[in-house]
């Protein structure tokens, strides 16, 4: 018996402004769904960050929705928790809710078990720390240790959370933590793919990563997809399902062999059957960037996407750059700066700034009155 595991589709992202990189999204989801259909997998596990924004577009709705439809209508069942940016700090249902409450697929309720035929399946959205005490999740998780442990069959925990030994910056919770006794743990939030086996865990720690290149990751030529799990009496063994996705090429060139560089870069998207993204890292002293962009400018027109950036000087083994920032970028980075919490940037950045950017001032505020609420709770706690 197999099942799918999918992870933070982020259905509705538009990166670089373009409307050509969420039909990326679109399109690597698609595949997801399709290959799982292909495989004939009993189940689906979404593990968080359905959509991009607690409001997705209508499109983005649409998209997941159609995806479920495919999927009931060959009798494959789906199982989801949210992630952080399922989650909106207004009171409001989420948007994956409605195709739950129509009984299109299965919300995996914080700790709540569920069983599909012989599987235990048991899942967590995603903690905000200013909304939930650490000493709570882990009450809940011992308690799905003590469920598990009354258990025969195959064990799956689905959890939208960042494992501190795998990832410090974006982690929450340390392996220990995690109930030892499940199978396999289907887990969301880190946009890497990542399999790890710990001596105190039953199964593999399992992390999809994005289906999509986002802009936590930067440009790069990283293979994207999700895991199929095969169920045998053994345990569950991870199996890895690339997706074919736009085409992606960081190149450093020296400043020294400028045109050397830009033609083997050149060379290689001409070889692509697709516009690709590029990112170009020039090195070296008195770099001219009017003389860079002149160069490149025949690149452009055989990319979706180019950016150019700097390496100057080196310190301490680091790499200091400069280039060219988006808007979003700046605006994220001032943000985390000046609130001093990456929480609170989000918030700010993902939720407020968007709803002001409407000039809906009674959604804004009420936005702002949910959040203080829920941090005046976190502090009385």
Not at 218 to 230: N, Q, S, T
């Amino acid at each position: 018996m197999r099942f799918s595991h999918i992870s933070d589709t982020h259905l509705g992202f538009t990166q670089f402004g373009l409307d050509e990189r969420e039909r990326d999204v679109y399109k690597a989801f698609d595949q997801a769904i399709e290959k799982s259909i292909t495989d004939k997998v009993e189940f689906v596990i979404f593990s968080g960050d359905i959509f991009h924004n607690p409001n997705p577009r209508g499109k983005a709705q649409m998209k997941f929705a159609s995806a479920l439809k495919r999927l009931n209508e060959k009798n494959i069942s789906s199982y989801f928790v949210l992630g952080e940016h399922d989650i909106s700090n207004v009171k409001d249902t989420p948007v994956s809710f409605i195709p739950h409450k129509l009984d299109f697929t299965n919300y995996l309720e914080n700790g709540k078990p569920l069983h599909h035929k012989n599987i235990l399946i048991i899942g967590f959205d995603k903690f905000r720390k200013n909304q939930v005490g650490l000493d709570e999740i882990k009450d809940k998780l011992k308690a799905a240790e003590k469920e598990a442990g009354n258990h025969n069959g195959p064990k799956i925990l689905v959890m939208h959370e960042g494992i501190t030994e795998i990832n410090k910056f974006a982690g929450e919770i340390n392996s220990t933590e995690l109930p030892s006794n499940f199978d396999y743990y289907a887990m969301g939030h880190l946009h890497d793919k990542t399999v790890v086996k710990y001596d105190n865990l039953n199964g593999p720690v399992v992390y999809p990563g994005s289906i999509e290149h986002t802009d936590s990751q930067g440009i790069g030529e990283k293979e994207k997809g999700f895991f199929e799990g095969e169920i045998s009496e053994s345990g569950i063994t991870e199996i890895w399902q690339p997706l074919d996705i736009r085409p992606q090429i960081s190149a450093t060139i020296d400043v020294a062999n400028l045109d050397e560089g830009i033609a083997e870069t050149s060379e290689k998207i001409n070889s692509l059957d697709v516009k690709p993204i590029v990112e170009i890292r020039v090195k070296g002293k008195d770099i001219d960037f009017d003389l860079v962009e002149t160069k490149i400018a025949k690149l452009r027109e055989n990319t979706l996407y180019l950016g150019v950036k700097e390496i100057g000087e080196t310190i301490q083994g680091h790499e200091i750059l400069s280039e060219k920032p988006s808007i979003d970028e700046e605006i994220s980075k001032l943000a985390t700066k000046y609130l001093e919490d990456e929480e609170l940037s989000d918030f700010a950045t993902k939720e407020l700034l968007p709803v002001l950017e409407n000039k809906e001032v009674a959604s804004a505020t009420e936005i702002v009155i949910e959040n203080y609420k829920q941090f005046r709770r976190s502090k009385d706690a």
